[in-house]
């Protein structure tokens, strides 16, 4: 399964054809530390915000396991009633996306599939992520959180969802020079 482009119909609802782009973009929806806009421009520079979204029916954890050995997002669907993951929607080069893939480890660290979200203008369908290799007792690095939480106020997400991702235990790095380039993406400038 790939972000492709092709040929299709003009009137298809962002330009999305049985999950075939018609677009030289794709639509993305970040909801760990890509939500961060220079996080993700740091990886696609074509990326721009389209707007907070929200993927009903799943739920955050941040067991996808790092290659660092850490906990990392991830998105898991859920059949109880109530349960949203807030994000971030991204329109990016579909030619940039082999980047991005690489960044996240497609194939190896995450999957993809394509979502419907809402959006406050109807519902949008995009591209996630979703973890591969998951290990309930894997943490995030502060670091991570720290990202993860940058994003989520620099895009408006909703304070009591902030909260929530908030409340996440986190570790330290060991690798105190990871953790200050890190850090140094949170600080507004």
């Known amino acids: 399964m790939g972000w492709r482009m092709r040929a299709g119909p003009a009137d298809c609802p962002n330009g999305h ?3 075939v782009s018609t677009s030289p973009f794709v639509i ?11 996080r993700i421009r740091a990886r696609v520079p074509s ?49 940039e996306k082999p980047a991005l893939d690489l960044a996240e480890g497609l194939g190896v660290d995450y999957d993809e599939k394509q979502v419907e979200v809402e959006t406050r203008n109807g519902p949008v ?14 943490q995030p690095y502060a670091w991570y959180k720290a990202i993860v939480l940058a994003g989520a106020r620099e895009h408006g997400l909703p304070d009591d969802y902030v ?6 235990l986190a570790i330290d790095d060991p690798n105190a020079a990871r953790h200050a380039a890190h850090i140094a993406l949170t600080i507004d400038r």
């Open 163 to 168: 909260a929530r991702l908030d409340a996440a």
């Open 17 to 19: 054809h049985r999950g």
């Open 125 to 138: 369908t995009a591209w996630v992520y979703l973890a591969m290799r998951t290990d309930p007792t894997v």
């Open 28 to 38: 993305y929806f970040a909801y760990g530390s890509n939500m961060l806009w220079q």
């Open 47 to 95: 990326a721009r915000p389209l707007g907070s979204a929200i993927l009903h029916g799943h739920q955050l954890a941040w067991h996808k396991s790092g290659r660092d050995g850490s906990g990392k997002c991830d998105v898991v669907p859920i059949a109880e009633a109530g349960h949203a993951v807030h994000g971030v929607l991204y329109e990016i080069l579909a030619a």
